[in-house]
């Protein structure tokens, strides 16, 4: 241990300048991304913007170098190296770079991150799983470049090995896309729902679990370390390379094949649903289309109905989505293959405009304008199966399908004057009013931070707001549905290969928490148009409001889990399907059109 | 017992054959030269001792432990100093000794301190800023300090003038004690050498072709000028008599007897050219690796 930190003293002193360099850098990016949500004016925005992204541009080009100037401080390569020719133990001197690279590419980061997470309080638990999952990715990132470090014997040769590396990631990322399309193509194949249930309602998607990516990681850290530990105590660069191709390999494999998914977030449906939740076709009679995504694809025919769900008490939404169902005509029976989409099930007595009827009621307002983002009530795809399986004329017979149900949680969780400085924070999520506009177009400033984890086995709740005007009976959604909850704009390539596509969006630079300022406004004059027979309005009327006496209102929506429901029709009629176009390579269903 | 021995030591590097079947043994306590032309292979050679080079044929130990398996325990014992080593060069010369202080449990301060003195050696900037003459003194400093009992030196007096080559000899001089230590030095530096060492081998393209201790190498070697009193002197025949010719102007011929200890050495000269006028010089260790260098060798000419 004492020669472990000899050396790392020395590494330390030598490198001195980059090092406080890297650590100004790091906590400048923090300072950045924890007071930039407090500048309203859009200039100093901008200015901040390109300062953040400069930045962090110099940040990765001095964490990239100072690790690679690290490593090559004692060559692993080569027969000139001071260290060869001294009693340096190889593992002690791995040690002392590991330790060195730990303390500054984990420990620095973590810390300045556990300080703005907690400026922004973010209770400790979260702070924990945030820095477990940004250290992890980090770790693996550090070791990954401490071993091409260690195979290069200046920055510039590093130079030239990372481009080619890289060049191979594309290579392997192309590979991996096509295993995952494989099994998403098996798992359809045999009409067994994936793990991480597909999108339930709409713009919510679930997470997918993030056991296979934590232990992918684990793996290649793993594997990493242990070529570095070759590197050092056998300097065999040939092998060293050779076996390094296996290590995204065997991560890849692992990531793939996992089978345990210990943190898969699976909410267990409340316990009024198990019994008493019910579905039941509407009076209204199927639609039946056509359709064709490609020219060599088989031509399907898709049947939807609008659905009713019974026993769901107040402050719940359901939706359906199709698992497997078979049509049993006289003379034949057909095989439907799993539902490509879900869609609201309507709750109560009627089918026609009931989301709107149920923010009525939530909200407690005669009239609410806009919504939660919800798609058009378009009914439930029941049967789904190739055109020619179905006579050409329609069809009669009788219907058994097993539907996924899953089901939301909206409940008012605050309600906040609109006044500057009105906080609201549930769990790791925080919105401050920092500024409200009340003309035309009324709008907040709202400082919004978020931290997720990966560990959590919790579907993060999503939060939408309203301004309500208690007085005139009247709501409207904002034109942010989900408030502060994802950053599209965050490159995703690595934490999507790791934590897969969902809530979670990594990078090994910054991680699991964002914070930042959004204007949320509500538009007043606000006309929406939906196709005819789709269910929604037709046209919401202008709305002319004194808006001073209104409120903030903080919607909760909770996934609160699925359980299956067998739909039983003794006599469903098809009639003639109606001939659906693909127009612009997007496509659309307006039933009834 | 040997220090350092190899056996059919050899070293590829794709289709150049970089060193060959180099058999060698250097006994405690003996200063040993390897000599040669460039690109002969001395310095693939001491890589290989060194484990900084993986043989691929042969073998050789090193302190008595197979060179590829050479760790901390064995370098503890080990000085070695490389005109190609890259020193940590952002050290001063006594950051460099305090660098390297804790992993040496020899390590004798006292003696530090006098080779400091003795190599006038000047802690006033970092090393890269430094006369490569300094940097020398520093890795030899770094390198005697702790008293190793074999001292491993690449082309140590290469490019250095002839004050500071005299410094280092004398600090290599002031270390022995009470203990057996062991030189092995590679150059072409053949004068520098010849005060320092025991025994010379001399490589030439890869091979070892002398291994032998100076004093008998001396003795062995002359120069011999015969002036025939005729018109065409008789042929000088290296393989069978160990003499190298080394060519001829009119009458008079020159050749290296390589083996003039042997009691008739003169007898065979006399009876090879009667009559003739023979005068034997004596070598120089330079004159003698210089007259292997110039000639394509044979085996039993050496």
Known sequence: MRRVTHILRADVRRFRWPIAAWILLTAGAFTIEGTSPFVSDWRSVGSMQTGEALLALARAITGVTLIVLIVQAHALVGTTAFWLTRPFPPLALMAAKLLLLAALFLVVPAIAEAVLMSAYRVPPARIAGVTFDATLLRAALVVCLAVGAGLARTLARFAVLAGAVLAAVVLLGFVVMLIDTWRSASVNATATLSVGRPMVFGWMMPPKDATAGIAACVVFLGTALLLLRAQYRRRARARVIALAVTVPVLSAIVWALWPWHVLQADPAPPVWARDGLSIAPDDSPPVVYRTQIGEADARQRVVRLPLIASGVPSGWLASARLVRATYTMDDSEVQSRPGSWPALVAVGETTSSFTSEFLNGLLDVDRTIGGLGFPPDTGVEILSVDDEQLPVEGASGRYRGELEVALLNVAIVARLPLKRGQVFQEGAYRLVIDEVRLDRTPGVRVRVSQALSSVGRTYPPVYAVFLRDSGQRVAIGSDSFAIGQFNPFTPVLASSFVYGWGWHFYTPWTSGFQARAEWVTFRTAHVRTYAPGSGGPVEAPPVEIEWSDAELVVLRLTDAGALHRTLEIDRLVLPKPVEYRLEGGIQQVFPGQ | ?302
Request: glycine share 6%.
């Open chain 2, 1 to 302: 017992m040997n220090v350092i021995e190899t056996q059919a030591l050899g070293r590829r590097f794709g289709r150049v054959e970089a060193v060959r079947d180099v058999t060698l043994a250097v006994p405690a306590g003996t200063v040993f030269a390897l000599l040669g032309p460039n690109g002969a292979g001395k310095t693939t050679t001491i890589k290989m001792l060194m484990n900084l080079v993986a043989p691929t044929s042969g073998s050789a130990t090193v302190l008595g432990v197979d060179s590829r398996r050479l760790g901390v325990a064995e370098f503890q014992r080990i000085g070695y100093v490389s005109e190609n080593q890259d020193l940590p060069d952002w050290m001063t010369p006594s950051e460099l000794l305090a660098y390297c202080r804790p992993f040496y449990p020899s390590w004798d301060e006292a003696l530090a301190s006098r080779l400091q003195a003795a190599l006038a050696l000047r802690s006033s900037g970092p090393l890269r800023s430094q006369s490569r003459g300094t940097r020398m003194k520093a890795a030899l400093l770094s390198s005697l300090a702790y008293r190793p009992e074999l001292i491993v030196l690449d082309e140590p007096f290469s490019g250095l003038d002839p004050v500071v080559r005299d410094e280092l000899v004398r600090a290599l001089l002031e270390v022995p004690d009470e203990r057996p230590w062991t030189v092995f030095v590679s150059s072409h530096d053949v004068d520098e050498v010849e005060r320092l060492a025991d025994t010379v081998g001399f490589m030439l393209d890869g091979r070892l072709v002398l291994a032998e201790r100076v004093d008998a190498l001396l003795a062995r070697y002359r120069l011999v000028e015969v002036v025939w009193p005729g018109d065409v002197p008789p042929r000088v025949d290296a393989a069978a008599d160990g003499w190298q010719p080394q060519g001829s102007s009119g009458r008079t011929v020159r050749f290296v007897d390589t083996r003039h200890e042997r009691p008739d050495a003169m007898e065979r000269i006399t009876a090879h050219f009667p009559g003739a006028s023979v005068q034997v010089l004596p070598m120089t260790l330079r004159d003698i690796l210089v007259s292997l260098a110039k000639r394509p060798l044979h085996p039993e000419a050496v």
